[in-house]
């Protein structure tokens, strides 16, 4: 089923998601990947203030290229998500509703979804060029010195995910190996 939502979520939108449902996102949607995790996991650790609110927000498993003339960012695809799942319940306790990356997701991290009620989909790898069509905006707003890694906010509009694990814990990719 095709849904459209928007970002930040709203637990009535994340109730309804189902995994294998085509998702199109407007709103603001924030980018972390392994660097940018582990600092926001320290800050959170030691109780200090975090640089983005992870409060009904979805992370984007993303470090992008450069911005060709014309757009606001450049190739945009997913990285793989596991490599974040260490982070993962800690932000979804903090407040985290959504992530998007690509590939499996440890069972901590799916039994902290249902916990927390949240969602993560799946981004299709190698479409980063197509993705990047609906950024309409790309700004670093923490750890600029990560580079690529930095945290960025994105504006996006109509941005095509697929559920993969949904709030109850359905999971796309064991639904395929089973049928």
């Given at each position: 089923?095709?849904?459209?939502?928007n970002?930040?979520?709203?637990?009535?939108?994340?109730?309804?998601?189902?995994?294998?449902?085509?998702?199109?996102?407007?709103?603001?949607?924030?980018?972390?990947?392994?660097?940018?995790?582990?600092?926001?996991?320290?800050?959170?650790?030691?109780?200090?203030?975090?640089?983005?609110?992870?409060?009904?927000?979805?992370?984007?498993?993303?470090?992008?290229?450069?911005?060709?003339?014309?757009?606001?960012?450049?190739?945009?695809?997913p990285?793989?998500?596991?490599?974040?799942?260490?982070?993962?319940?800690?932000?979804?306790?903090?407040?985290?509703?959504?992530?998007i990356?690509?590939?499996?997701?440890s069972?901590?991290?799916?039994?902290?979804?249902?916990?927390?009620?949240?969602?993560?989909?799946?981004?299709?790898?190698?479409?980063?060029?197509l993705?990047?069509?609906?950024?309409?905006?790309?700004?670093?707003?923490?750890?600029?010195?990560?580079?690529?890694?930095?945290?960025?906010?994105?504006?996006?509009?109509n941005?095509?995910?697929?559920?993969?694990?949904?709030?109850?814990?359905?999971n796309?990719?064991?639904?395929?190996?089973?049928?």
């Amino acid at each position: 089923m095709d849904r459209y939502i928007n970002a930040p979520m709203r637990d009535e939108d994340i109730s309804v998601l189902r995994a294998g449902d085509y998702v199109y996102i407007t709103g603001t949607v924030y980018t972390a990947r392994d660097a940018a995790h582990k600092r926001l996991d320290e800050a959170l650790q030691k109780g200090e203030k975090l640089p983005i609110n992870l409060e009904r927000n979805i992370i984007y498993y993303m470090g992008p290229s450069p911005a060709r003339e014309g757009r606001a960012i450049g190739s945009a695809g997913p990285t793989t998500a596991s490599r974040m799942d260490k982070y993962t319940p800690g932000f979804l306790d903090a407040g985290l509703k959504g992530m998007i990356g690509k590939g499996r997701r440890s069972t901590e991290v799916i039994d902290s979804i249902i916990k927390n009620k949240a969602v993560y989909f799946a981004a299709v790898g190698g479409a980063g060029a197509l993705l990047s069509r609906s950024i309409i905006s790309s700004k670093i707003i923490a750890y600029e010195d990560l580079g690529t890694e930095a945290i960025r906010e994105l504006e996006v509009s109509n941005f095509p995910v697929i559920v993969v694990i949904d709030s109850k814990g359905n999971n796309l990719y064991d639904n395929i190996v089973r049928k």
